[in-house]
């Protein structure tokens, strides 16, 4: 029997992600979107382009979550961005509500689903869905890591002039301005960069990379990153469907590792058919530690602000 996946945001991260996973032909995708037409529509786009892009993966668009029964995998991208005059608070209410009823519905249709969270303010949107969802934490992940990994990986492969094939790197902690890129585990065909880079050079990537999501932003005005987002989260869902079992660094939630305890922190982890089936334990230097600290206190901060709204 076909795997199934649905995506929940029809918008362009979402659709992107449906895509991506019809066209490497990982799973029948159904989209879902509270706007009437445009899940149905994408999704019918989508599957006119499959004799082209030669694929079999079935597409569904709908408006409610009967369509989504049984799914493997859910990615929710659903959400709204910070609008101008919209403090953090007000975007946290809004999105934490979405999130809530989002998972809640997944739940009814999908009780044995793994959940893929992109939605922002991640960290915590990860929180509300594992609260929500009353899911063990190996099945609600967060899709940061992957992302801003890819983005130091790019940066690192321009500035040497090399595949990116042959570029690995690792960020952790939050997504955002506090997140942790690692220069001492990020290598060029298994050579640290650091031996490729001046220490003045690696920390300009670093900054770039930090910033990576608001260069976007800027550019586009009117909008933010979705190709690489949607391949981030799809190359998450692959691991998992495949069981291919890759160490990826997401969001997780973490019970003592790296010195933190009921957060989600991204982290490396190894991604297989069962969600997140080890957290892997990377000894910091201690100003890794403490920049890793200061992330998780950005995450903890947010949550501790959902805690009043309740």
């Given amino acids: 029997m076909k795997q199934k996946v649905t995506v929940v945001g029809a918008g362009n991260v979402g659709a992107t ?45 709908a408006n409610d979550y009967e369509a989504s029964a049984g799914s493997d995998i859910v990615i929710i991208t659903a959400g709204i961005p910070r609008k101008p005059g919209m403090s953090r608070d007000d975007l946290l209410a809004t999105n934490r509500g979405i999130m809530k009823n989002v998972v809640r519905q997944v739940v009814r249709h999908s009780p044995g689903a793994i959940l893929i969270i992109v939605s922002n303010p991640l960290d915590a ?42 570029v690995q790197a690792m960020v952790l902690g939050g997504h955002g301005d ?68 890759k160490i990826l660094p997401c969001a997780a939630y973490l019970e003592g590792e790296y010195g933190f305890s009921g957060l989600f922190v991204g982290v490396p982890v190894k991604l297989g058919k069962n969600g997140i089936e080890q957290i892997i334990s990377l000894r910091l230097t201690p100003e890794e530690q403490k920049a890793l600290e200061k992330s998780a206190a950005a995450v903890r901060e947010l949550v501790e602000a959902m805690k009043k709204m309740a």
């Fill in 178 to 245: 506090t997140m942790v890129p690692l220069p001492r585990f990020s290598t060029v065909a298994g050579i640290p960069i650091t031996e490729w880079m001046t220490p003045e050079r690696i920390e300009s990537l670093v900054a770039r990379t930090r910033s990576g999501g608001a260069e976007i932003v800027g550019l586009l005005k009117t909008g933010s990153a979705y190709y690489a987002p949607a391949s981030a989260a799809v190359e998450m869902a692959e691991s998992i469907l495949k069981d291919k079992k």
């Fill in 125 to 166: 949107m990860c929180h509300v869905a594992m609260e929500e969802s009353g899911f063990p934490k190996n099945r609600v992940i967060g899709m940061a890591g992957v992302l801003d990994s890819a983005r130091f990986r790019a940066f690192i492969a321009a500035e040497l002039d090399v595949s990116v094939e042959n």
């Fill in 17 to 61: 992600a449906a895509q991506r996973l019809a066209e490497k032909e990982l799973a029948d995708v159904v989209l879902i979107d509270i706007v009437e037409g445009v899940p149905q529509g994408k999704s019918l786009d989508l599957a006119q382009a499959a004799p082209i892009e030669k694929h079999d993966a079935h597409l569904a668009g």
